[in-house]
């Protein structure tokens, strides 16, 4: 048999036919894998991204199923992804004209997703009477529009408390220390405690915000433009470095990690923590309590958290069929009866009205103790600002509590700092 | 069919596959990482994104950021710089222990040392940073209930924290050494041991003028790659310090684009960083391949 080439002397003819037929099939398969081949199944996908926590998804996914069981042609496929790889992979897709057909998280991804142009404003996709079924707390709007409907209200910080450790929550920051002082103990004596009252994870500026809020300031006005360089911000940070340095409740260093797994071992009374934190309380077998966060007696206000709602929003880039199933999707996860379940199972707050003013949020001890939190709170703006203002904090505000800054430079630099990253944010 | 337009179509069919593969996932990436660098592409230019020649350049290297690029980059520089020093030391180190004849048990040793490099990085970062933990971390307890020690405020300072971001690495990053090293170390012909010994020669001689010479043309390779896997390391510096704490002072130059790209949508900078980033590292892979001669044969 004649060889193809001296090079390759040792391959005939037919060693070079099988390889191209090798070639050729493999093609074909990469081909068939890859979406090439002709649909096999007729079924319309529907799929979400979410943040959620493993409990959550759990939920979802029984209620995704009873939705594929009334609607047989439609398969709906939740996938999770990390908050940052969530918001940074559905830009990526949305602007190649790809991605999930919802998205769903808090609120405040609505800000650079609609700036960006790649989610559909949902005004004229829902019908006035479904709307305003809703609280309007669960319904964000932006720029005039509906941007996002949420099944859940809060994403909110609350006061948890070992109820054997501390039978009454405190209501003020006086009763708090208190309380924390009376639980700060050093057990084996080796001068050292062994105890601390209360832990939260003190290096996250979105854990500051109560004291904030607390001491009368708020992170920007109404135009979306920073304020962080006000009394609230300095007396706050000082109250937080006092509950560590003077008071001695708090850990030295404690990050989220470190707080959630001293509150499961029993070793602080109390932790500042989210709703999302409460069913891993309740695994871990503590008899806990929920309360707002207490009021601080010097202004008269209340420690309040930043509340955003948790919800739903539609891909641009989705085609005319797969909106329809969206919108029936998204009207069958936030009916009353699914919301209900939900708040059931994890004590979320619901955003229906109905739902709101049933029996079970009105009288369960931690959804009541949650809606006040929620009352004393204030609305996550939505603004894609919001993300060069975390980012000015941070480092301002750990550098007080490292010692290296004190407070009334740390609020002028949150500011200076904001300033300019908004700035870079918008050229 | 002529027999070299022959030879030529089989060639074009073995390397086309991986050809098409090249472009999809290297060079279009890459083209389009230099246009959008060369871009104001952003938040509010997402879409309508234009070309603005060298203004993002020209930002990586003035603009007023706190850390300034400079400071971020010599900061680089003492990361790899530390980090590779200790990879390799400790790499060969363990590597010319573990080729001992009289050692037993090389296997088992081998896979214990390997661990650290086997463990995902993600579990390696969140349990060091555990371990740095002020009042309740391993680190701190070892020091002050063993050695007496005052406790050390690991991710409070941003010294520390860039110490301890520095030990984790080290930790992850000596078993690769080691296991090339030992893979190099194994291929060097025993008789030219015995022939030194005969002339006398001592451990050090040995090392120096049988040893380091015939481990080089592997050694160097590994060093390059080491030297661009430790500079473009996001993944420790990021999770052990939780994302550049405290106050923004353990960023590498690689989560300064993550951050500027990611965090604050700013594209066309984060590109321009990043080609910045590239010929840093390409400059020095050239100049250090050239400078030890590693790709000349060591026989």
Known sequence: MKPITRRFGSINRSTFHIFLFSFVIAGAVFCGLSGCSPKTTEKIRITIWHQDRIDIRVVLEAQIKKFMALHPE?????????????????????????????????????????????????DSLFDKSYLDQFDPKGLTYYKGHLYQIADKLGNHLTLVYNKKLVPKPPTTEKELIDIGKSLTRDLDGDGKPDMYGLAWNYTEPFFFIPFMTGFGGWIMDDNGNPTLNNRGTIDG??????????????????????????????????????????????????????????????????????????????????????????????????????????????????????????????????????????????????????????????????????????????????????????????? | MSEKLKTKTFVFFLIAPAFLVLIGVVIYPFIFNIIISLSNMSLSHIKDWHFVGLR?????????????????????????????????????????????????????????????WAVPQLIVALTWRGMFNYEYGSINLMLTQWFGLPAVQWLKSPVETFIAVIITNVWLGFPFMMIIALGALQSIPHELYE???????????????????????????AITLGTIWTFNNLNIVWLVSNAGEPSDQTHLLVSFVYKAAFNFYRYGYGAALSMVIFFILLAFSLTFMRRTKATEAAY
């Open chain 2, 56 to 116: 993002q350049y020209v930002k990586v290297f003035t603009e007023e950021s706190k850390p300034s690029f400079y400071d971020v980059f010599l900061k680089t520089i003492i990361w790899t710089v530390v980090n590779l020093f200790f990879h390799v030391v400790i790499g060969v180190f363990l590597a010319l222990l573990l080729n001992q004849k009289e050692i037993r048990g090389k296997a088992i040793f081998r896979t214990i040392l390997v661990l650290p």
């Open chain 2, 195 to 221: 022939a030194a010994d005969m002339d006398g020669a001592s451990w050090f001689h040995k090392l120096k003028n049988i040893t380091i010479p015939l481990i080089r043309p592997v050694m160097v390779p």
């Open chain 1, 237 to 427: 940070l000082k109250f937080i470095k006092d509950l560590r340095d003077k008071y001695k409740i708090i850990p030295n260093e404690s990050d989220y990690e470190i707080a959630d797994i001293l509150f499961k071992d029993g070793k602080v009374g109390m932790i500042i923590n989210g709703d999302w934190s409460w069913s891993g309380y309740e695994k871990a077998g503590i008899d806990f309590g929920v309360a707002p966060l207490p009021k601080i007696t010097t202004t008269g206000l209340w420690c309040g958290t930043m509340v955003s709602p948790k919800g739903f929003s539609i891909n641009a880039n989705v085609s005319e069929e797969k909106k329809k199933w969206s919108i029936e999707l998204i009207k069958f996860l936030t009916s009353d009866e699914n919301e209900l379940e939900a708040a059931r199972i994890l004590h979320t707050m619901p955003t229906k009205k109905s739902v709101l003013a049933s029996d079970f949020v009105m009288k369960n001890d931690i959804m009541r103790n949650s809606q006040i939190a929620i009352e004393h709170g204030r609305p996550m703006p939505v603004v894609p600002e919001l993300r060069a203002i975390w980012d000015a904090m941070r480092p301002s505000y750990q550098a007080v509590l490292g010692g290296y800054k004190p407070a009334e430079q740390a609020a002028a630099d949150m500011q200076n700092d904001a300033l300019r990253k908004i700035r870079e944010m918008n050229e």
């Open chain 1, 74 to 122: 439609v398969q709906v496929e939740q996938l999770f992804k990390e908050t940052e790889s969530l918001r940074s992979g559905f830009i990526i897709a949305a602007i190649a004209g790809q991605g999930p057909e919802l998205v769903y998280g808090p609120a405040d991804q609505v800000g650079p997703f609609q700036v960006m142009d790649i989610i559909l404003p949902l």
